[in-house]
């Protein structure tokens, strides 16, 4: 007998000691809790960062829109000037075509070559800014 009382006595001591060793129903509730809250605080933070990005990404296209516009709306400007200086330069060319006292046959051609040049730089430049501004 006395060792059927040791042998319940260990096997009552190991199951106090399983029990004593394990975490209470409290505890373990306690720590679901908490992993349940700090899943549920990393899955807010990534949204956070998340919507931040896709705000960030928003603004950058928002800003480049902006600045796109202005920069058209610069080559429009410039646009103007150019066809205003062309139509200058040309009314020039049919003055250096006209008759002038005083001056040869090639003095005249010589300007006209020039003023050509100038001319049809100014037509290179505005054909450069309608490519830009149709884009």
Same mark, same amino acid.
């Given at each position: 007998m006395t060792s059927n009382k040791l042998q319940h006595a260990i096997v009552s001591m190991g199951?106090?000691?399983?029990?004593?060793c394990g975490q /209470?129903?409290?505890?373990?509730?306690?720590?679901?809790?908490?992993?349940?809250d700090s899943i549920a605080n990393a899955a807010a933070q990534n949204e956070k960062v998340e919507l931040l990005k896709q705000q960030a990404t928003q603004d /950058?296209?928002?800003?480049s829109?902006?600045?796109?516009?202005?920069e058209i709306e610069g080559?429009?400007?410039?646009l103007v000037e150019l066809k205003g200086q062309l139509a200058?330069?040309?009314?020039?060319?049919e003055d250096i075509k006209s008759f002038q006292i005083g001056r040869s046959v090639s003095e005249k051609e010589q300007q006209i070559g020039q003023?050509?040049?100038?001319?049809? /730089?100014?037509?290179?430049?505005?054909?450069?800014l309608e490519n830009q501004i149709s884009k």
């Open positions: 199951l106090i000691t399983l029990i004593a /209470s129903k409290e505890q373990q509730a306690a720590a679901e809790k908490h992993k349940i /950058s296209i928002k800003n829109n902006e600045q796109k516009a202005a080559f429009k400007n410039r200058t330069e040309q009314a020039k060319l003023q050509t040049k100038v001319i049809e /730089s100014l037509k290179v430049q505005i054909t450069d």
